[in-house]
């Protein structure tokens, strides 16, 4: 039997959720199946950012931002494109500081 049950997710949807699993269920008697999709979301929440004024002057920080910012974002909602991009760059910010 093979499996013809799937799942496609975006490249934006697994930044979001990076820690999730899809597993397919046992079956008895079709050959669909049930997809089980669990994560650890809880360890995903927002964890704060705070932005310091003081980083606005110093070398690169302008740079860095720009480059966070002009990445693509393969979302078809705005919204959720500028929250996409707000992630990239609030983690670009904490990991550059």
């Not at 013809?4 to 597993?23: A, C, G, K, N, Y």
């Not at 046992?26 to 979301?41: E, I, K, N, R």
């Not at 078809?76 to 992630?87: C, G, N, S, T, Y």
Request: glycine fraction near 4%; charge should be negative; proline fraction near 2%.
């Amino acid at each position: 039997m093979t499996k013809i049950d799937h799942m496609f997710v975006s490249t934006d949807w697994l930044e979001i959720f990076p820690r999730t699993h899809l597993q397919a269920l046992v079956s008895l008697g079709s050959d669909h199946c049930a997809l089980f999709l669990q994560g650890d979301v809880a360890l995903d929440l927002y964890r704060g950012f705070r932005f310091e004024t003081y980083w606005a002057s110093m070398p690169g920080f302008s740079d860095m931002v720009q480059e966070e910012w002009n990445e693509v974002a393969n979302a078809h909602d705005d919204i959720l494109r500028i929250h996409v991009k707000l992630l990239r760059t609030a983690k670009a910010l904490k990991n550059w500081r």
